[in-house]
């Protein structure tokens, strides 16, 4: 396993940040969704503190990162950590870096007295899904699927009357 050091992301690192989020895009094959700006990245994470992110790196060389926020369970009746994303550079991938960085999310979680991570994964990433559960022992959740309302639509019922 190659010991990365791992911190709490700082405003200078918000063109690091973009670099990664552009990186995992491409992976993902979703350049064309990206809308983030350096300029946004920074207002929403040190300004308006919205999310937060862990920045990984082998000496100086930064090779990942990790960006999660809060969010709440009623059934709990508290907040819980949420992870957005998670990126490691192809180069250093299968090396442990993204346990590292998975553990210093535990870390914050316990710290904090949440009682769970969650996270999406992709249909079609295998790798990953057999690392959070082989490695990690994540549990995936079956009965659950995701929806979501934005552009057009999220507009549309902020705006209009309802029927």
Known sequence: MKKV???TALPEDTPLIYDFIMKL??????????????????????VRRQAEVLM???DEQPV???LYF?????????ANLYLEDL??????????IGSQLFKRLAEIAVERNCERLDWWCLDWNASAIKFYTQKLHAEPMHEWTVYRLCDKALIQLAKEPLL
């Open 64 to 66: 990942g990162f990790a």
């Open 25 to 46: 895009a491409q992976y993902e094959k979703k350049e064309k969704e990206v809308k983030a700006t350096p300029e946004l990245l920074y207002e929403s994470l040190f």
């Open 5 to 7: 050091n791992i911190r």
């Open 70 to 78: 809060h969010n709440f369970s009623t059934f709990l009746g508290k």
């Open 87 to 96: 990126y490691v550079d192809e180069t250093y991938r299968h090396q442990g």
């Open 56 to 58: 990984a790196f082998d």
